[in-house]
């Protein structure tokens, strides 16, 4: 009994010793796909490698940074277009944060400062557009918002890969007007189609009309063609020097003949 008064003293210090050092000693993970950046009295000390980490609570911080690649969708925004067309552009941004410091550090915010600049980019792109050149070169409006995006991006650490155009809204009296306006494009390509047509066939009409002028046996031959693929006429041809237009009668049929021939 003398003993165990020390032995729970000592048990119980020993565990007030282990909550102290758990409440002064902090352990933070970084994963493979995250960087860690430690702060010491509020200065930035350094990054931080994947792995554990075990720091002393007071005045010691770690902010992890994923920096694996992402995707970010700016909504729609209603901007005009050079001829006066109001549309609703949205946006989708491929990014990487390269510098984790200066992502943290320059902007209070890296994805708001990211968006805001996507979106003033697309309207000074799409405001200088007209908006036929807008609904038909969307992968070049996109290109164009990157190119205006990339400096500032890269500024404050983020790598900006791609930009393209994710949808491009008109409103409902607009889309109805488009429609109409493609659908007499068409029916005009249409129309021209067909008189194209109708002129090579007048063409080929005429140069045979003068092929027959100057050779009338061509003539004789075309008629004789189209006798052949309808049989049951007789072909009576006038004249050797074939000055004589071919004459055709009808082939009197078996059972007539046979009945004409008992009469008699």
């Not at 080929?204 to 049989?231: D, F, H, T």
């Amino acid at each position: 009994m003398e003993l165990l008064g020390p032995l729970v003293a000592a048990v119980v210090l020993a565990i007030l010793a282990a909550l102290l050092v758990q409440g002064l000693v902090s352990r933070t993970t970084v994963f493979e796909w995250e960087r860690g950046l430690e702060y010491s009295s509020g200065r930035f000390v350094g990054i931080l490698v994947p792995g554990v980490h075990y720091r002393f609570r007071p005045g010691s911080w770690i902010r992890r940074i994923d920096v694996r690649p992402r995707y970010a969708v700016v909504p729609g925004q209603e901007i005009l277009s050079s001829d006066g067309v109001p549309l609703k552009v949205s946006l989708i941004a491929h990014f990487t944060i390269t510098d984790p410091v200066a992502a943290v550090t320059r902007v209070d915010n890296y994805d708001d400062a990211l968006h805001l600049q996507l979106q003033k980019a697309a309207r000074e792109v799409i405001g200088q557009r007209p908006i036929d050149d807008i609904l038909s070169m969307r992968a070049e409006l996109g290109e164009a918002i990157g190119e205006r995006s990339r400096e500032m991006a890269s500024d404050v650490g983020i790598e900006l890969r791609d930009v393209s155009v994710r949808d491009a809204m008109l409103s409902g009296d607009l889309k109805r007007t488009f429609a109409q306006v493609v659908q007499a494009r068409q029916e005009g390509l249409a129309a021209l189609e067909r008189a194209r047509g109708e002129t090579a066939a007048l063409r080929n009409l005429a140069n045979a009309a003068k092929a027959i002028e100057g050779n009338p046996a061509l003539y004789r031959l075309r008629v004789l063609q189209m006798l052949a693929s309808q049989p049951g006429h007789t072909v009576v041809l006038g004249g050797i020097d074939g000055a004589v237009a071919p004459a055709v009668a009808p082939v009197a049929k078996p059972a007539a003949a046979a009945r004409r021939k008992a009469a008699t």
